[in-house]
């Protein structure tokens, strides 16, 4: 098998334990996933259900407990500390939450700094903001930027940095609808024109009407998997 | 319970989680609380007990308020007796006289005591033996110093000369006096190298029998030390044309130890006061933070109804909380510590009575310093907590930090490195945090080169006096007026570069206004045994700097000298002046001296050559049948030098402190300031930004605010230095501040590795960041 016939994500009996004894915590359990390059995918599933935990393993910023992440290849678990910086450098992006901009940066440099790791320049961090629709805002501070705006930043730090996996927790989350819609399709965007591959984890079942894919948790399995025609999704 | 109740008994809980979670900070901020605790407690209780300890041996001992020297002494005795006031009086002999202790010569003091021995004023503290009876013959008591220093004891036999022959004197008991408890021969001569002084007291007979033409002395007693009565006494004295006459402040050893004791009280002050600023401002950046990090609950809280007072005081609490775990077992320290530090001042001054009281005063005033501190370090952030506005407080987080880049990178005309542009604005983004740790490091700086600049000055007085001014290695007494026969046999001998023949007296320089006392030194003059700026002028004096202050005198002008050993005056012009740091000494040529008719010279000065072992040529100058008395000057430099050791102590544990102080403010502003930015770090962590790259960037905002602080550290800790320098300036010694580039650079170097090395900790838990929890936190 060639690289390029890899799975951009799989996982391989996938757990993940939360402390020990009786009040241990299993947020993942034994989780099997294989996502194709290019795919667009959603975690949906209720508060606690795993959505998180598994997102949080695919881009190596949590061990597991047992199992294997193998992300375009590498067995992030086998990883070692300096290993691990390198992964998450060239392989994945983050989109999260609450945006985590650097306060003390514009708009262009919080993308520059991050999209920088992997070659992207001060052109390219233009652009980048460009195509989320803030070509008027790169020189303004976090907080000079509503709630949306930064999150589009925070998109364009991810896009910016030319990863194959992109992965957003709940990147709607803290935004209008109008704002929430407008983020996802330059996620979508993401995966259609440059073909990476998109995991998005949200507990609006609407967005999934977005995915190629939908997987479902509960109690840290996946108790739904199912593909999404693209004829049904809105345009 | 009233819901406001039940709020502060909820808070309080809180208050105890907060403690726990946060308690390698509030350990830090407590830790600096203590060091200021334990100095302040241990420095006031010392300093009160060393002051009570001092006035306790001259009160048990009957120490005089008077001593008048020369003149019609039974007459001022008899006067003295009756004025009102006087409680004591006593008259003996006092007089400088050749000895030979454990086969070593000296010039040593002799006492006089009364027939009867039942003395009035100075008595003495018997350490062995018994003290003088009536009836006792060639009979001494030892002072104490000069019994440890030759290892001599009741039984033993020393020798004294009586102008003709060397007679034995018999060593009856050794004790401490009060007049002694610093063996200063004069206010002149305040050091004295322990092999060539002793003060023996003795029968009087036996005095006035080595000493005939005395001086004699009468010492007086007055009642609860009244000034007014002291002040009369002395005028009654100086009117009858005595040749000195002073009162206790300005007895030699009281003198000389007043000095110290006086610098240890400012001591007592001045770095507490510095160490519980640091307190203060460690505690309010810590509260800051805790608040800017609480903003929600407390919005939550003040939402539900909980009053801003109520709120006040849970913030205020905090900080009060964290002064006292501090201050408590600070506290406890200090009171161990000021014991022990009691203990080894009065050994190390000689003062034989030492009084450790345990002082409530002191206790309760390092206890409301604390507080005090905690109150007002804790009231302004505590304030800002209690109005906050809830409905902003609970908004979704708004990114705290800056809406415009930097002055720095508006200046700059080039673009600054990514990295670079971070560390600015991460210092201009938390303005506060970083003066206050600028000034923490203005503190610790302030300590650093105050401890250090003691230590420069000290050992550069010394260098300057004895190495470029007085270069005599050895003077040596004959027993006539010295030849050019003598000075070229000295010379002929290998070690001896230079021979000259000088004299050196007390002397009492006046003008019709004022007078000043002076030890009277005469050089040739184009002498080499001392460095002068400009050869000694033929005719005239050279002032000292206690002699040109006291009478205000310009060159050109005429005053009196006296010379009460030879009971003589004689009127002479100012030629000139020195500043030495000896300020009491002045110069006159032997030329301008034999012009005056002056007695000839008895006393040769010696250099020696660089490989001269002063020791051996000492012994072997000491054992000339002409050769009274021997003085070995570099000798000396070593017992100051040895007088020093106690100062070296104390710049040694102030360095200590500081460094200490300086490591729990920075840790405490680095831990905030990471605290602070943890989401920050996360994400560039979770982005694969390497580690190294934010260890650079947060040791660089370390340096940069260290760096901040150094400069107006440097130049606030020099002007304190100077200030508390010249609290040890006096009749003995001057003390110009001197602070050297080593020293300068060693409180730098300090200062920044210390800044840097307390960030350790901080970028461990960096280093083990929870990112998954970390990155979904919502506060920024």
Redesign the interface.
């Known amino acids: 098998m060639t690289s390029t016939e890899l799975p951009a994500i799989e996982t391989r009996r996938l757990t993940r334990v939360y402390g020990t004894g009786p009040t241990a915590l299993r947020a993942l359990d034994e989780v099997d996933l294989i996502v194709p390059a290019g795919q667009f995918v959603v975690l949906l599933g209720p508060s606690g259900s795993g959505k998180t935990t598994l997102l949080n393993l695919i881009g190596g910023i949590d061990r597991a407990t047992g199992g294997a992440v193998i992300v375009d290849g590498i067995d992030v678990g086998r990883l070692d500390r300096r290993a691990l910086t390198t992964f998450r450098r060239e392989q994945v992006s983050f989109v999260f939450q609450f945006f985590n901009l650097i306060p003390t940066l514009t708009a262009v440099e919080n993308v520059e700094l991050i999209a920088g790791l992997t070659g992207a320049d001060h052109a390219d961090a233009t652009a980048a903001l460009d195509d989320v629709g803030l070509s008027v805002e790169v020189d303004r501070f976090p907080s000079q930027l509503s709630g949306g705006q930064q999150q589009r930043v925070a998109i364009a730090r991810a896009l910016a940095k030319s990863t194959p996996v992109l992965l957003a927790d709940e990147p709607t989350g803290a935004l209008d609808r109008a704002s929430g819609e407008g983020v996802l399709a330059l996620l979508r965007r993401a995966c259609d024109e440059h073909g990476r591959t998109v995991v998005i984890v949200t507990h609006d079942s609407s967005i999934a009407a977005m995915a190629d894919r939908v997987l479902e948790l509960v109690d840290g399995r996946i108790v739904v998997d199912r593909s999404v025609q693209p004829e049904r999704r809105p345009r | 319970m009233t819901g406001e109740s039940q709020a502060r008994a909820i808070l309080r809980h809180k208050l105890r989680r907060d403690l726990r979670r946060r308690r390698a900070q509030i350990l830090a901020v407590a830790g600096t609380v203590l060091l200021g605790m334990v100095l302040f407690t241990a420095n006031l209780d010392a300093s009160r007990n060393l002051g009570t300890s001092y006035r306790e041996t001259y009160e048990r001992f009957l120490t005089a308020d008077v001593w008048v020297t020369g003149g019609p002494t039974d007459q001022l005795a008899a006067d003295f007796a009756a004025t009102d006031g006087v409680v004591a009086v006593e008259t003996r002999t006092h007089a400088d006289v050749p000895m030979t202790l454990d086969s070593r010569e000296l010039v040593a003091r002799v006492i006089g005591g009364p027939a009867d021995g039942l003395v009035d004023v100075n008595q003495l503290l018997v350490n062995e033996g018994r003290g003088l009876r009536a009836g006792d013959g060639w009979v001494t008591v030892l002072e104490k110093h000069a019994a440890d220093n030759f290892d001599l004891g009741p039984g033993d036999r020393v020798e004294i000369w009586d102008g003709s022959a060397w007679r034995p004197l018999e060593i009856v008991g050794v004790a401490t006096s009060a007049e002694y408890l610093f063996p200063a021969r004069s206010r002149t001569e305040v050091f004295t190298v322990p092999d060539e002084f002793a003060v023996a007291f003795v029968p009087e007979s036996v005095a006035s029998a080595v000493a005939p033409a005395g001086p004699r002395q009468v010492v007086a007693r007055v009642e609860g030390r009244d000034p007014e009565v002291v002040a009369e006494l002395l005028r009654t004295a100086r009117s009858a044309g005595v040749s000195d006459a002073y009162a206790l402040a300005d007895q030699p050893s009281n003198l000389a130890l007043q000095a110290d004791v006086g610098g240890f009280e400012s001591l007592s002050y001045l770095f507490p006061v510095l160490f519980l600023g640091a307190a203060g401002m460690a505690t309010y950046v810590l509260l800051s933070r805790m608040i800017r990090q609480e903003r929600t609950q407390i919005g939550m809280l003040v939402a539900d109804g909980v009053t801003s007072r109520t709120i006040l005081r849970h913030y205020v609490g905090h900080a009060l909380v964290v002064s006292l775990i501090g201050a408590i077992p600070g506290i406890v320290i200090g009171e161990l510590l000021g014991r022990w530090m009691t203990t080894l001042y009065t050994d190390f001054l000689g003062i034989p009575i030492t009084v450790t009281r345990f002082s409530w005063a002191t206790v309760l005033s390092a206890l409301g310093f604390a507080l005090a501190v905690g109150f007002v370090s804790g009231w302004v952030p505590a304030r800002t907590a209690a109005r906050i506005d809830p409905a902003e407080a609970m908004r979704?987080?708004?990114?705290?930090?800056?809406?415009?880049?930097s002055w720095a990178e508006r200046v700059w005309p080039l673009t600054l490195p990514?990295t670079a542009?971070?560390v600015i604005?991460?210092l201009?983004?938390s303005p506060r945090r970083v003066a206050t740790t600028a000034v923490g490091v203005v503190l610790s700086m302030v300590v650093l080169i105050t401890s250090l600049a003691l230590n420069d000055t000290t050992g550069s007085v010394i260098d300057r006096q004895f190495s470029e001014i007085d270069r005599r290695d050895l003077s040596v007494r004959l027993d006539h007026p010295v030849t050019d026969a003598d000075l070229l046999a000295l010379e002929s001998l290998e070690e001896i570069a230079t021979a000259e023949p000088s004299i050196e007296l007390l002397v009492v320089i006046s003008t019709p206004e004022n007078r000043s006392e002076q030890l009277l030194q005469v050089f040739r003059a184009d002498t080499v045994a001392h460095g002068f700026p400009a050869p000694l002028p033929a005719s005239g004096i050279v002032l000292g700097s206690t002699a040109r202050e006291t009478l205000g005198a310009e060159i050109g002008d005429t005053v009196t000298v006296s010379v009460p050993a030879l009971d003589v005056s004689i009127p002479v012009n100012v030629a000139g002046f020195v500043a030495e740091p000896i300020p009491s000494v002045s110069y006159t040529s032997l030329e301008a001296w034999t012009a005056a008719g002056g007695v000839p010279p008895t006393t040769v000065v010696l250099t020696l050559r660089d490989n001269g072992e002063h020791a051996a040529v000492r012994d072997l100058l000491a054992a000339r049948d002409d050769v009274i008395a021997v003085t070995d000057h570099r000798a000396m430099i070593d017992t100051i030098r040895e007088l020093l050791t106690i100062t070296i102590f104390f710049v040694g544990l102030m360095v200590i402190f500081a460094v200490l102080m300086t490591i729990g403010l920075m840790f405490n502003a680095v831990t905030v300031a990471l605290a602070e930015r943890t989401?920050?770090m996360?994400?560039?962590?979770?982005?694969?930004?390497?580690?190294r790259w934010i260890r650079t960037t947060v040791t660089a905002e370390t340096v940069l605010v260290v760096l901040l602080g150094l400069a107006p550290g440097a130049l606030l800790g020099w002007f304190v230095a100077g200030r508390f320098m010249g609290q040890f300036d006096n009749e003995s010694f001057r003390f110009d501040m001197v602070l050297s580039r080593s020293s300068l650079l060693l409180a730098v170097v300090l200062v920044v590795v210390v800044a840097v090395v307390a960030e350790l900790p901080g970028l461990r838990r960096v280093d083990r960041l929870d990112?998954?929890a970390v990155?979904?936190?919502?506060s920024?």
């Open positions: 979704p987080p708004t990114p705290t930090g800056i809406d415009s880049t990514m542009r971070i604005r991460n201009a983004r989401n920050e996360a994400t560039l962590q979770a982005n694969g930004m390497p580690r990112l998954p990155v979904r936190e919502r920024v």
